[in-house]
T-cell receptor
Framework: EDQVTQSPEALRLQEGESSSLNCSYTVSGLRGLFWYRQDPGKGPEFLFTLYSAGEEKEKERLKATLTKKESFLHITAPKPEDSATYLCAVRFTGANSKLTFGKGITLSVRP | DGGITQSPKYLFRKEGQNVTLSCEQNLNHDAMYWYRQDPGQGLRLIYYSQIVNDFQKGDIAEGYSVSREKKESFPLTVTSAQKNPTAFYLC????????????FGDGTRLSIL
């Protein structure tokens, strides 16, 4: 069965303390991996799409990378406003346009 | 600005009552989706529609119904058969190319009175 696992469940960082969030997947075939940010009481906000191993995308303090089995969301010198839940979703081969989501990682950045 | 509008933001349901959640998009997207989000769980797909007048069940369709009479609208009805309806409901859409990311509305929180 195709699955998506995110780790850790929660992460607390000091402002400026860089770290990485992990999304691992077991799939028969990957058609795309998506990162979203979700603030409390809001819908997920799209961040990045990655389609093939070795691909990287960058936006401000965030950088997403992809291998054949996992993706990392690297956060460089985070600020308190980066506090949110980060969701990973995967579109598998043969799944039409359906996405399978991980449970999310709750990031807290202390000033 | 283009986007997805969900209403109401908060909704309360009485026992035995059906309630309908609204989702409207002005992005001219072909495909629309309904998800349910519970604490500590990933988003789970309820129903999706890739074209007007057609829709498919997702992973947890029991107790829910949808319609897609217009391209821009995809309402979700939570029926009395759904025994645990308390959750955060999210609507999403994508353009015709299915490798594009899904874009989400800001959700409706449904609670039981």
């Amino acid at each position: 069965e195709d699955q998506v696992t995110q780790s850790p469940e929660a992460l607390r960082l000091q402002e400026g303390e860089s770290s990485s969030l992990n999304c691992s997947y077991t799939v028969s075939g990957l058609r795309g991996l998506f990162w979203y940010r979700q603030d409390p009481g809001k819908g997920p906000e799209f961040l990045f799409t990655l389609y093939s191993a070795g691909e990287e995308k960058e936006k401000e303090r965030l950088k997403a990378t992809l291998t054949k089995k996992e993706s990392f969301l690297h956060i460089t010198a985070p600020k308190p406003e980066d506090s949110a839940t980060y969701l990973c979703a995967v579109r598998f081969t043969g799944a039409n346009s359906k996405l399978t989501f991980g449970k999310g990682i709750t990031l807290s950045v202390r000033p | 600005d283009g986007g997805i509008t969900q209403s109401p933001k908060y909704l309360f349901r009485k026992e035995g009552q059906n309630v309908t959640l609204s989702c409207e998009q002005n992005l001219n997207h072909d495909a629309m989706y309904w998800y349910r989000q519970d604490p500590g769980q990933g988003l789970r797909l309820i129903y999706y529609s890739q074209i007007v007048n057609d829709f498919q069940k997702g992973d947890i369709a029991e107790g829910y119904s949808v319609s897609r009479e217009k391209k821009e609208s995809f309402p979700l009805t939570v029926t009395s058969a759904q025994k645990n309806p308390t959750a955060f409901y999210l609507c999403a859409s994508t353009p015709g190319q299915t490798d594009q990311p899904q874009h989400f509305g800001d959700g409706t929180r449904l609670s039981i009175l």
